[in-house]
Structures are given as C-alpha cells and as structure tokens.
C-alpha cells in the first residue's frame, strides 16, 4: 500500500511538472529537460548525476571578463544598453533641459530657480554651512590662490570639494577616486598631480579640470558639472547631460552647494566664472 502511495505521488509531481519545464524550455532554448520515470519495483536505482568541477571552471574562465572601472573611461556603471533613464530627479530636469544644443547661461539660472522648487519629500541636499566655513578655514587660501586667473570661482570650487569629499583630504572612492576634488588616476596625470591625497595638488588638478571643462563646454556651469562628474565623452555621446542617476543627482546637488558657498564670499559672485574671497579663511599656504 505504500509502495503505491509513493509512486502515485511521485507520478503526480512529474504530471505537474512537465508543463511548467516544458514552457521554461521555451524561453530558454538551450536547455533540453529531460524526463525520468520512476524505476521498477526491485530496478537498481539510477545512476548518480555529478558535476565535473574541472570542466566547470574551464566553462567559468570562458566566460567574458567584466570591464575596468566606468568612470576611468569617462563613464559611470549606468552607461549600459537598456538602462532606463531615472525618475528620481525628473522633476528638475523636466524644467531644466539636459540638451548640450540649449544655451547655457538661461539653463543656469533655471537650474538655481528649480532647486527651490522640489515636491514634498524630494529637496535636494546642500552641505551644512559649517562643513563649507570648515574647508575656507583649511583650504580656503590655496582655493583663491588656484583659481587666480582661472575661469572659475573659488565659490564653485568650495561647492564641489563639499560634495565629492566633503573636505576630507583622504577620501578614496570605490571608482578609485582620490582625494578632495575626488580625481581619478587618469585626469590627476592628466593635469599633472602626482599625489592626490596632497590637498594642494588635489585643488590645483580638480581647478584646472575645472578651467578645461569651462573652454570645452561654452561656460555652462551644468554641462561642466555633468562633465566633470560623468567625463567629457560621456556628454558629448549623449549630446548633454548623460541619463545616469548618479550624474543627473551630481548636478542639482553641486549647483545647491555653490548657493550656500556664495555666501561665504564677501561679494557674492553670480557666475561661476566670477571671482570672490571669503570672508573665513587660514593661514596663506605660502606662511
């Protein structure tokens, strides 16, 4: 009577299996199900199935390796085939045109305008204006000292040290970014930083990344920003703004930095091109 029990349930679980193998079969046209009966009464059981674990790894290694880091090549994780575009900040770039074609100086002060009107719930954060008074205090002076010349404020210098480091000289990213303004080994040789971690070469590299942005992008503030946070290909490909969450975040948060650091400057500059000396600052790094 068990014996029947069992091989009536067992015949059961298969009748109700098959349909279900049968339809993963079709999505999956390399795999082939193959279906056993139950043995005989008194049949030897069947034999046992098991995994060459050398084969295994032969098949495993076959496999394509995945790419270096993203943003070493000017692009974020996000820049795959089929990402959907965020919805995260939709509101503020459905006001402020991601488009490289649009004119930039309309586009920047849109931007400034739309921060002030984020949903309930979706206000983008700005850095506590004691972490910025903090980093004038440390770094104000080698700040003014780089930019000097330079089409970019110390103001927005200030704002982007906030949000990729949040002045912390040490700071190391998982994208192997380095340092204050947060550069990766390429755009530190690129612009003649041979330590990071050294907070005068660090300003020195990020300012003159910065001041190289401002000439390839017209001045626009958003397109630097997006550029300097994605790299410049990834703009260019995508003809503005690159539809990355991390980037599309990086901008409004950068842009409401600089509306706080502004004020740390005696005349509060309106460009981000504009000069400006803070009104809390060290020592001058030269004594």
């Not at 390429?186 to 190289?212: C, E, H, M, P």
Request: proline share 10%.
């Amino acid at each position: 009577m068990k014996r029947r029990f069992v091989a009536g349930l067992t015949a059961a679980i298969l009748c109700c299996a098959a349909p279900a193998l049968a339809d993963g079969a079709g999505r999956y046209p390399d795999f082939a199900p193959k279906f056993m009966k139950p043995p005989a009464r008194g049949a030897p059981p069947p034999p046992l199935v098991q995994v060459d674990p050398e084969a295994q790894r032969r098949r495993m290694a076959a496999l394509p390796k995945p790419s270096g880091n993203a943003r070493e090549k000017g692009e974020v994780a996000a820049n795959a085939p089929g990402i959907a575009k965020p919805d995260k900040m939709d509101w503020f770039w459905q006001a402020v045109s991601p488009a490289l074609s649009d004119p930039g100086p309309e586009r920047f002060q849109r931007a400034l305008e739309q921060l002030a009107k984020a949903p309930p719930g979706k206000a983008v954060p700005s850095p506590r204006l004691g972490v910025l008074k903090e980093i004038a205090m440390n770094h104000g002076a080698e700040i003014l000292k780089t930019t000097a010349g330079k089409r970019v404020s110390p103001a927005l210098v200030l704002a982007v040290i906030a949000v990729e480091s949040a002045g912390r000289s040490e700071a190391l990213s998982s994208a192997g970014a380095e340092g204050l303004m947060q550069l990766i080994p390429d755009t530190a040789a690129r612009f003649g930083v041979s330590d990071a971690t050294d907070a005068a070469q660090n300003i020195k590299g990020g300012v003159a990344y910065l001041d190289w942005l401002m000439g390839e992008f017209g001045g626009d503030p958003v397109m630097v920003l997006a550029a300097y946070n994605a790299g410049e290909n990834a703009v260019r490909k995508s003809g503005g703004v690159p539809p990355f969450a991390e980037t599309r975040a990086y901008v409004p948060k950068v842009l409401a930095a600089w509306k706080v650091a502004r004020q740390l400057c005696r005349t509060p500059p309106e460009l981000v091109s504009d000069g400006c000396v803070f009104t809390v600052m060290g020592s001058s790094p030269d004594g």
